[in-house]
């Protein structure tokens, strides 16, 4: 690993993108400081997957026997359509494991700060320059080597510096809880189960109502409810329990939880810009690439470019680190586009619901490894 002593990045965005970007340039010696919008330092989804590509990262930042603490790998990814088992994915050979968004955002806060980060709450970033300033709403300008636009979707930074982009909507929306497991109760209902598998519970008939159930840890599950947008009832937080319940009674318990919860509907959505880089400024996570979910790689591509981001900036010499930043994103983009096409496929056709879906082609994201230092090698060929 090359360590570069005397480089500072100012880093916008205290998220999976950003605090991933903020430890990988702080390991190679880097002074980090990052700003985050929110008053409190926190991460409020609910559950997420990551698969290979992610786990080498945090394999590399020595937190790996900290995330299998607090996560598990669920013996099977199960399909089924009007409640029919389409598959049973026992994905051998890939490395996956689901968890809580809390659990991992406090793993990598607590890394970053251990790195010697420096991470400011209630720091809203307005905008950037390519020369390496940084705007802050408080009227501050700060200078850095490099500047990360680590901002999510709505990119002050991305949008201050002129990047065009376009936006893909999807027609469907996922509402996301976090709720007890209630397995006990679940196997009175459906004994034959084994209800430590993720399962991708699809209905078409009489409505298009999914249910992505995954579990998270022993005590927490996490649920996402997919509903068209223009289902008014489907769409609706809190939930409408009636609706979901006579869809999918097996889950009755823990639909029964989550109507608890007050939950925020959010649309899929594409973004595809122009540039992922402007002078010393590099955008990264949904800044850059918000994908769909279907592949459950959008976290996935955003701490690995953020990963691979700052291994390009810190081997450049700094009067080159534009041209670096260019060269990053020719050699990583590629797999990011695709990643993003396929989910966006996924969505417009719902095929993930045919089942048998982690193979192939499909697989390439996940089974990238961000660390390999001959992972463009092994592309070529
Ligand atoms: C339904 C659904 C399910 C998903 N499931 C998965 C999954 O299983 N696996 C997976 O890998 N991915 C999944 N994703 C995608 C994943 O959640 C995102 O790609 C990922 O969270 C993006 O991280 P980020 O850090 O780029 O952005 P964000 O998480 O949006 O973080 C951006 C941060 O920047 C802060 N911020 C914003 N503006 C400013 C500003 N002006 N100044 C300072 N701070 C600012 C925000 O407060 C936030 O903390 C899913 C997405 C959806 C919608």
Redesign the pocket.
Known sequence: MTVTPSRHAEI???????LTAAIALARRGWSVRV????DQLREQ?AG???WHN?LKVLEDFGLIDEINAGSMTPPFYETRVQNKIVSDEGMPGIWWRTMTRPFLHSVLAGAARREGVEIVAG????GATEEGVIRLASGAELEADLVVG?????S?VRDSLGIDYERQRSRDG?S?FLVPRRKADLQKIEPGTDWDNMIDFWNFDPRVLRVLYTPANDRELYL?LMAPADDVEGSAVPIDLDVWTSIHPQLTPVLEEAAKVEGKY?G?QTTRLEEWTRGRVALV???AH?MC?AL?????C?MANAYTLAQAASDAPLSELPDALVEWERLERPYTDRCQTRSQHYADTRGMSQGNQFVGENNETTLYDPTDPHRHDVAAR
Not at 35 to 38: M, N
Not at 296 to 300: D, L
């Open positions: 916008s965005g205290a998220g999976f993108a950003g700003h985050e919008r929110a989804g997420i997957v990551l992610t720091s809203e970033v307005v680590a901002d999510g979707v709505g002050s996922i996301r996402a959010f899929y996570g949904d800044a918000a979910p459950a790689q959008g976290g996935g955003a």
